[in-house]
């Protein structure tokens, strides 16, 4: 498995860790995935329906709410918590392909999470 590929499955396993105040900031994503074509890879998390529980999910998935299309290295650095990923997008260090506005609720999970 490739290093980002591996960070989004932890990444995924600890949201499932989250206090329930924090898991309440991905509800809306209830039932739905973001989808991440990382390097060419495509994979997602999956929410559960009660949009509680994630799930790393190997693979191209139909209907994301969004995907972050980034090269491998930056996203780690994202990961890592070594780059801002709203100052990222707004530099066009990558892009995100679907609800935009849905992907701002990424940032404090990306923020909350240390990997």
């Known amino acids: 498995m490739s ?3 591996d960070m ?3 990444f995924a ?3 499932n860790q989250l206090d329930d105040a924090t898991k309440a900031s991905f509800k809306g994503w209830a039932g739905k995935s973001i989808g ?3 390097d060419g890879e495509q994979f997602s998390v999956a929410f559960d329906s009660a ?4 799930e790393f999910v190997d693979g191209k998935i139909e209907n994301p709410i969004f995907t972050v299309i980034a ?3 930056y996203w780690i650095k994202v990961m890592k ?3 801002d990923p709203m100052k ?3 530099q066009k260090k990558y892009s995100i392909k679907g609800n935009v506005m849905q992907s701002t609720k990424l940032v404090p999970l990306l923020k909350k999470i240390k990997l």
């Open 88 to 90: 990222g997008f707004m």
């Open 8 to 10: 989004i499955k932890k």
């Open 51 to 54: 949009g509680t529980k994630a």
């Open 81 to 83: 918590g070594e780059e």
């Open 36 to 38: 991440f074509e990382i």
């Open 71 to 73: 090269d491998g290295s």
């Open 13 to 15: 396993d600890a949201a």
């Open 3 to 5: 290093e980002v590929k």
